[in-house]
T-cell receptor, first 115, second 110 residues
Framework: GAGVSQTPSNKVTEKGKYVELRCDPISGHTALYWYRQSLGQGPEFLIYFQGTGAADDSGLPNDRFFAVRPEGSVSTLKIQRTERGDSAVYLC?????????????FGPGTRLLVL | GENVEQHPSTLSVQEGDSAVIKCTYSDSASNYFPWYKQELGKGPQLIIDIRSNVGEKKDQRIAVTLNKTAKHFSLHITETQPEDSAVYFCAASIEGDMRFGAGTRLTVKP
């Protein structure tokens, strides 16, 4: 594909439920990033993958959040026991190699609403 | 950790005028400073970036300046057009960990 794609585009769930958000990076990009964007705010860093491994997961807010990238391409962000405060747009980005100075290309995001 | 502040939060200009958005950062180790444009319902799109070994960079109507001593950088858009209306984010990066400002909503009035 031409760019980063994310599915679903919108997700509505109930408090306490489990959700999975998917990201398909640009083909050949080894680095993948997850961000969370609340209304009226800039994206907030969650986790950065280099290949299959999480190079930096310091932005994950608590242990209800987990992300995987088992084959070094597609990534899934998993949120357990969702809370209303988890409602936000979850953005995924990818870059060719990763690290400082690499252009990150963003997907359109998944809008998560927890009722 | 890095903290990025961005001003103003909203900016309204007349078509053809210039727009300036300013950001400050806290961590002197930051060495990559991109600017993103975000339109409603879309992900951020890179419009220009600058690295810490450069003081200024220009791309057509868009320019970015960086003052490492003062730890601030600015986006300049000249000859603004209605299609420039969007939310603009600055960011500062260390080792791939990118921190964003809160955004500036730019409105260009025809």
């Amino acid at each position: 594909g031409a760019g980063v794609s994310q599915t679903p585009s919108n997700k509505v769930t109930e408090k306490g439920k489990y959700v999975e958000l998917r990201c398909d990076p640009i083909s050949g990009h080894t680095a993948l990033y997850w961000y969370r964007q609340s209304l009226g705010q800039g994206p907030e860093f969650l986790i950065y993958f280099q290949g299959t491994g999480a190079a930096d997961d310091s932005g994950l807010p608590n242990d209800r959040f987990f992300a995987v990238r088992p084959e070094g391409s597609v990534s899934t962000l998993k949120i357990q026991r969702t809370e209303r405060g988890d409602s936000a747009v979850y953005l995924c980005a990818s870059s060719l190699i990763g690290g400082v100075g690499e252009t990150q290309y963003f997907g359109p995001g998944t809008r998560l609403l927890v009722l | 950790g890095e903290n990025v502040e961005q001003h103003p939060s909203t900016l309204s200009v007349q078509e053809g005028d210039s727009a300036v958005i300013k950001c400050t950062y806290s961590d002197s180790a930051s060495n990559y400073f991109p600017w993103y444009k975000q339109e409603l319902g879309k992900g951020p799109q890179l419009i220009i970036d600058i690295r810490s070994n450069v003081g200024e960079k220009k791309d057509q109507r868009i320019a970015v300046t960086l003052n490492k001593t003062a730890k601030h950088f600015s986006l300049h858009i000249t000859e603004t057009q209605p299609e420039d209306s969007a939310v603009y984010f600055c960011a500062a990066s260390i080792e791939g960990d990118m921190r964003f400002g809160a955004g500036t909503r730019l409105t260009v009035k025809p």
